[in-house]
C-alpha cells in the first residue's frame, strides 16, 4: 500500500450490524485530531452500497457505534503522544 492510499483510509472504524463508524485523522494549525464518518451498508441491484441515511430501526446501533468512537477518540487523545495514531 502507499503512503497515499494509507492516508486515505480510517484510523478506527466500529461495525454494528449494517452501521459503520469511521474516525478519520486530521492535521490542523493545533496538531491532530479526529473526524467522524457514519454510513448504512445494504445490498443493492448491482451490489453492496453505503448510504448515510437510517431508520428508526438502525437508531440503537447507530448509538451504540457511536458510543465506542467516542471512546475510542477520547482514549487517544489521552494518550501520551497527543492522539498520534502511528
Excluded at 453505503?50 to 475510542?72: C, I, N, Q, Y
Amino acid at each position: 500500500m502507499t503512503e497515499t492510499s494509507q492516508a486515505n483510509q480510517p484510523v478506527h472504524k466500529v461495525k454494528k450490524g449494517a452501521v459503520v463508524a469511521a474516525v478519520w485523522q486530521n492535521q490542523g494549525s493545533e496538531g491532530p485530531f479526529f473526524s467522524t464518518t457514519l454510513a448504512r451498508v445494504f445490498k443493492g441491484k448491482d451490489g453492496f452500497r453505503e448510504t448515510s441515511s437510517f431508520g428508526v430501526r438502525h437508531l440503537p446501533l447507530v448509538k451504540e457505534a457511536l458510543s465506542e468512537v467516542e471512546s475510542w477518540i477520547k482514549a487517544k487523545e489521552k494518550a501520551p503522544s497527543g492522539g498520534e495514531v502511528s
